[in-house]
């Protein structure tokens, strides 16, 4: 698919912003300590998705009923929706002078379209190694879903079903979309938020 970024300045993918709030101390902070190891932007980018992936939980996942939005709120809690994680994967990737923007699909709620849509969040990063942008699903993994770091092809947590009119978006958002952050702002019970709250299309 060819991606169509929000902006052609990469300056705007780096901006910090309301919920990408990476001169917070606590992301200051963790940015610094997985960038230390890191031999080279590649790593780093690897090493912050998976951290976002595997050590912050998604609230569903384990029944959460918080709602955390900012990014230094995901990463003190250690847990949030999609929304709320791509917004922490953002920062840290911000921080260290990674552009870093928002894509989103539509997915079935469930397993198939009579259970509704809902808008699913994830991250695109520009690394200048390949010259290219590539979309990271730091949702995190469980049974059926396994999402990885790959530079030859995309290893998303939700492969796009076509014959239940899933889709792509295919713009690079500069920042969260609205209706997504509207949602987490207007609730709050996280669940209940989860299923009856999440906008359906963009």
Same mark, same amino acid.
């Given at each position: 698919m060819n991606w169509i970024c929000e902006s052609q300045a990469f300056g705007d993918y780096l901006e910090e912003s309301e919920e990408v709030d990476y001169t &917070?101390?606590?992301?200051?902070?963790?940015?610094?300590?997985?960038?230390s190891p890191s031999a080279n932007e590649t790593a780093y980018v690897k090493s912050a998705f998976e951290y976002v992936r595997d050590r912050i939980s &998604?609230? /569903? %996942?384990?029944?959460?009923? #918080?709602?955390?939005?900012?990014?230094?709120?995901v990463l003190f809690f250690r847990e949030g929706i999609c929304y709320a994680k791509? @917004?922490?994967?953002?920062?840290?990737? #911000?921080?260290?002078?990674?552009?870093?923007?928002?894509?989103?699909?539509?997915?079935?709620?469930? %397993?198939?379209?009579?259970?509704?849509?809902?808008? &699913?969040?994830? @991250? +695109?990063?520009?690394?200048?190694?390949?010259?290219? /942008?590539?979309?990271?699903?730091? #949702?995190? @993994?469980?049974?059926?879903? %396994? +999402?990885?770091?790959?530079?030859?092809?995309?290893?998303?947590?939700?492969?796009?079903?076509?014959?239940?009119?899933?889709? %792509?978006?295919?713009v690079i958002y500069k920042t969260p979309h609205a209706k997504t952050m509207d949602a987490l702002l207007r609730h709050s019970d996280g669940l209940k938020m989860y299923l009856h709250g999440l906008p359906s299309e963009l």
């Open positions: &917070h101390p606590l992301i200051t902070a963790k940015a610094a300590e997985l960038y &998604h609230s /569903w %996942d384990i029944q959460s009923s #918080r709602i955390t939005r900012k990014a230094s709120e791509s @917004n922490l994967l953002c920062a840290l990737l #911000r921080r260290q002078g990674i552009p870093a923007g928002f894509c989103y699909q539509r997915l079935t709620l469930g %397993d198939t379209p009579d259970t509704g849509y809902v808008i &699913h969040a994830l @991250n +695109a990063v520009y690394l200048k190694s390949i010259s290219k /942008w590539i979309r990271l699903d730091a #949702r995190g @993994n469980k049974c059926g879903v %396994d +999402a990885q770091f790959s530079l030859q092809e995309e290893k998303l947590a939700f492969p796009i079903r076509k014959r239940y009119e899933e889709m %792509d978006y295919p």
